[in-house]
């Protein structure tokens, strides 16, 4: 009996990391189909050539893939996978499967922030303005989770608590939002707006660089506290039992989500359900066993992201509709596709 145990568990193992290996490929189609698509259709042996030849090789052809496409399609991949890394470990320390990186307000302080930006030209001092509406907009949404953890530390607040914390911030963070609309001008309000509706057309190898710095230094941390997670899921009590610090391992998970999305929304503005829909697929997939759902997650949110990336470019020829209005089409359809399914398999 034992034996078959371990045969079992050993196949389950390698049915997920298959799994893995597979979202893997997947993303890679994804991405390179992204470089591929835009105004000028490129063939795909076209833009391999011009990848594997380097940014120095010159030509018409390297300065489309490599100045135009490639930072768009990089920023997709990489936003995609730290918001659904993000709502992966969200929906674990929270106990809510519809919660995700903007439940806490995340989104709607990196708003403000931007709008303070936009309409009023408000933000710290000795920053450049070309860089002033994301550090706006990344300050706010780290000052909201700290004010949130803050919050609850003092209250000693738990769980649900925390989730009603943050949604009350999530409408006092919206209001401020909507009054400073009401004084903005038409252009200052024309930006504001634009930049609401998310658009990876702002990504440059600079912004690049500090997402995946962000990633980077996340992912070690979210891969430490796996175990500590996944033991959250089968409840605080059992997971004291089995010696986790759980205060400590939601606090870390929270910061975790902060930077995460303080970074994302901070580049691109605000992007819904990839945080939502990447680790409800996730889970469908590979389990709770966040050794897994962890990574697991992050492909499928670089996956959806990429694709619809690709969908925004195609909607209407010859425009780039902004990512944000993509994913909220794809991905109700998408989420309540999951659900269903879900609730037939149960």
Not at 164 to 193: D, K, P, R, S
Not at 261 to 275: D, H, L, M, N, Q
Not at 293 to 299: I, W
């Amino acid at each position: 009996m034992a034996g078959e145990a371990a045969a079992g568990y050993r196949r389950l193992i390698l049915r997920r990391a298959l799994l893995l290996a597979l979202l893997t490929l997947l993303l890679l189609a994804a991405f390179l189909l992204d470089v591929a698509t835009g105004p000028a259709r490129l063939p795909l042996s076209t833009v391999t050539d011009a990848l594997l030849a380097g940014r120095g090789a010159g030509g018409p052809m390297s300065v489309i893939v490599w100045d135009v496409r490639l930072p768009y399609a990089i920023m997709a991949v990489l936003v995609g996978a730290a918001l659904a890394l993000a709502g992966a470990e969200m929906q674990t320390v929270l106990d809510n499967p519809l919660a995700s990186p903007f439940t806490l307000g995340v989104s709607s302080a990196a708003s403000l922030g931007a709008a303070l930006a936009i309409v009023l030209g408000t933000g710290l001092p000795f920053v450049p303005m070309d860089w002033l509406i994301p550090t706006n907009a990344f300050v706010f949404a780290l000052a909201a989770m700290l004010l949130l953890q803050f919050l609850a530390r003092l209250r000693g607040a738990g769980v649900q608590a925390l989730v009603l914390f943050g949604i009350a911030l999530v409408f006092a963070f919206n209001a401020l939002v909507a009054l400073i609309q009401f004084v903005a001008t038409e252009q200052a309000l024309q930006q504001l707006v634009f930049w609401s509706m998310g658009s990876l057309a702002r990504s440059s190898w600079d912004k690049i660089a500090i997402l995946a710095a962000a990633l980077a230094l996340c992912i070690p941390f979210s891969a430490r506290a796996a175990w500590r997670l996944t033991a959250l899921r089968l409840g605080e009590d059992r997971a004291r039992s089995f010696g986790v610090d759980t205060e400590a391992t939601r606090r870390g998970s929270l910061l975790r989500v902060s930077l995460l999305a303080g970074v994302s929304v901070a580049f691109v503005g605000t992007i819904g359900f990839v945080g939502l829909v990447g680790p409800h697929a996730a889970r469908l997939m590979v389990g709770e066993d966040h050794r897994f759902f962890l990574p697991a997650s992050a492909l499928c949110g670089a996956l959806l992201l990429s694709l619809s990336s690709v969908a925004g470019k195609l909607v209407v020829p010859g425009l780039l509709v902004p990512i944000g209005i993509v994913t909220a089409l794809v991905g109700v359809p998408v989420f309540l596709a999951l659900v269903m399914g879900r609730g037939r398999v149960s």
